[in-house]
């Protein structure tokens, strides 16, 4: 078992940015591949992005390339989500999963752990 922590949410006017983290505990963190999701109201949860164990390997959903960026810190057993330009459309609850065996970077099927969410909103 895994659990997950996330924490860094809040209000932030377009165009602003937020670092998001989530912090594990349980077992050997860096086995793990880990994924932040989010999901708006009224919307299925989506993919945002994901870093394979090591952290040299990285993913983006399109919506985000080039304004956020996934990272970890395997030594604090946490990793980040830098999220700059940010938009309305960003707005949503975030999530941060994680998965040991077969990694669907994309699917939130893939992953077997999940911490609570932190709410991000953005002003107009």
């Known amino acids: 078992q895994v659990q997950l922590v996330e924490s860094g949410g809040g209000l932030v006017q377009t165009g602003g940015s937020l670092r998001l983290s989530c912090a594990a505990s349980g077992r050997t963190f860096s086995n793990y591949h880990m994924g932040w999701f989010r999901q708006a109201p009224g919307k299925e949860r989506e993919f945002v992005a994901a870093i394979s164990r090591g952290g040299g390997v990285t993913y983006y959903a399109d919506s985000v390339k080039g304004r956020f960026t996934i990272y970890r810190d395997n030594a604090k057993n946490t990793i980040y989500l830098q999220m700059n330009s940010m938009k309305p459309e960003d707005a949503a609850v975030y999530y941060c999963?994680?998965?040991?065996?077969?990694?669907?970077?994309?699917?939130?099927?893939?992953?077997?752990?999940w911490g609570q969410g932190t709410q991000v909103t953005v002003s107009s």
């Open positions: 999963a994680a998965e040991a065996r077969v990694w669907t970077y994309y699917s939130s099927s893939s992953y077997d752990y």
